[in-house]
C-alpha cells in the first residue's frame, strides 16, 4: 500500500527536480548566446581589418579566437553530460541536439574570421583597387548581418527568424558572386597569388553567413520540430 503522506514530499523533490532541468536548458541558451555573441565580435572586427586592410590587428583577431575555442570545448562538454544524464525527450532533446549542431557552426565560424585575416597577412594588405575593396566591404557588412540573425535567433529562440534567413543569405551569394567575377576580370593586373586569396576572402564571408543561417533554421526546428521548408 502506498504511504500517501510520502506523495507530497515525492511531488516536491520531481518539482525541485525539474525546475533544476530547466535552469540548467535556460543556462545552456544563455551561454550559446554569449558565445555566439564572443564569435559575432570577432567576425566583425576580422571584417573590419581585412576591409580596411588593418595589418596591426591581424593578430588581435587570431588572439580573439583563443577564448572562443575553450568556451566551445566547455559548452560542449556541458551539452553532453546533461544528455548522457537527464535523459531529455521531445523540445528538451532537440534543444540539446540542435545545440551540438549550433556549437560547431558558430566554433567554425570563428576560426573563418581567423581565416579571413590569415588571407590578408599573405598578402601584406589588401590590392589598392577601390572597387574590389568597396565589393568586400559590402560582402563583410552582409555576412556579418546573416550571422547576426543566428545568433539573434538563439536570443529570442523566434522560429520565423529562420524561416527568413535563406532569404536574407541571397544578398551574401550575390555579392559573393560579384566579387568573382570583379577579381576573375582583373585576375591579369592582380596577379595570381592576390587573385587566389581574394577568391578565398569572398568564400570565407559567404561560409559566415551559412553558418548564420544554419543556425536560425536550428532554431526552428527547436521550436516547431521541423527544419524550414522541410516536406
Known amino acids: 500500500m502506498v504511504d500517501t503522506h510520502d506523495l507530497p514530499q515525492h511531488n516536491n523533490i520531481q518539482t525541485d527536480l525539474r525546475h533544476h532541468y530547466d535552469d540548467e536548458l535556460e543556462e545552456i541558451r544563455t551561454e550559446l548566446v554569449e558565445f555566439g555573441t564572443m564569435v559575432l565580435t570577432n567576425v566583425r572586427h576580422a571584417g573590419e581589418v581585412v576591409t580596411e586592410s588593418i595589418l596591426d590587428q591581424i593578430d588581435d583577431v587570431r588572439q580573439a579566437d583563443k577564448p572562443i575555442n575553450a568556451r566551445y570545448k ?13 535523459q531529455p525527450v521531445a ?8 545545440s551540438t549542431r549550433i556549437l560547431y557552426e558558430l566554433e567554425r565560424s570563428g576560426d573563418l574570421a ?5 588571407q590578408l597577412d599573405r598578402l601584406d594588405g589588401l590590392p589598392s583597387d577601390q572597387q574590389i575593396r568597396s565589393m568586400l566591404a559590402q560582402l563583410s557588412q552582409s555576412a556579418a548581418k546573416t550571422f547576426a540573425l543566428g545568433v539573434e535567433a538563439i536570443a529570442t529562440m ?43 576572402m569572398g568564400r ?6 551559412d553558418h548564420g543561417v544554419n543556425i536560425a533554421e536550428d532554431i526552428t ?11
Open 91 to 98: 523540445r528538451d532533446l532537440r534543444f540539446l541536439v540542435a
Open 158 to 200: 523566434d522560429p520565423e527568424i529562420g524561416i527568413g534567413a535563406e532569404a536574407a543569405d541571397e544578398e551574401t551569394d550575390d555579392l559573393t558572386a560579384d566579387l568573382y567575377r570583379l577579381v576573375t576580370e582583373r585576375q591579369e593586373s592582380l596577379g595570381l597569388e592576390t587573385s587566389v586569396a581574394l577568391f578565398r
Open 74 to 86: 566547455a559548452l560542449e562538454t556541458k551539452v553532453f553530460e546533461i544528455l548522457a544524464l537527464q
Open 221 to 231: 526546428f527547436v521550436a516547431t520540430g521541423a527544419f524550414p521548408n522541410e516536406d
Open 204 to 209: 570565407f564571408f559567404e561560409r559566415i553567413a
Open 114 to 118: 581567423v581565416n579571413l585575416v590569415k
